[in-house]
């Protein structure tokens, strides 16, 4: 079973950047699809970014596609959010999660209720 912890989260300004980590022990990390998922007060937890199995293919929510990237270090049991021109509705709790199903993008395939892992979340804070 695998144990993921999120760090990098933090304050930054509208239009500014952050690197999210998600550090993963136990388990086979090579084997997981690991997904990226953020949370608002009184929202439900959305999807945010997603990446295969040895990394080869990215999957990413209308929101924040062409401004986050998703990527893999599986040599540091590593998954890393790379977010830039950052705004205010970017703001919430970022969650990574793992899991042993396939990587998919199909509508609802990454529904957070397809994921078995979680870690603890990291705050993201985007000020005006």
């Known amino acids: 079973q695998v144990q993921l912890v999120e760090s990098g989260g933090g304050l930054v300004q509208a239009g500014g950047s952050l690197r999210l980590s998600c550090a993963a022990s136990?388990?086979?990390?090579?084997?997981?699809?690991i997904g990226w998922f953020r949370q608002s007060p009184g929202q439900e937890r959305e999807f945010v970014a997603s990446?295969?199995?040895?990394?080869?293919?990215?999957y990413y929510a209308d929101s924040v596609r062409g401004r986050f990237a998703v990527s893999r270090d599986d040599a540091k049991n590593t998954v890393y959010l790379q977010m830039n021109s950052l705004k205010r509705d970017d703001t919430g709790v970022y969650y990574c999660?793992?899991?042993?199903?396939?990587?998919?993008?199909?509508?609802?395939?990454?529904?957070?209720?397809?994921?078995?892992?979680w870690g603890q979340g990291t705050q993201v804070t985007v000020s005006s």
């Open positions: 990446i295969s199995q040895g990394g080869g293919s990215t």
């Open positions: 136990g388990g086979t990390f090579s084997t997981y699809t």
């Open positions: 999660a793992a899991r042993t199903w396939v990587f998919a993008t199909a509508p609802g395939s990454n529904a957070a209720a397809k994921y078995s892992y």
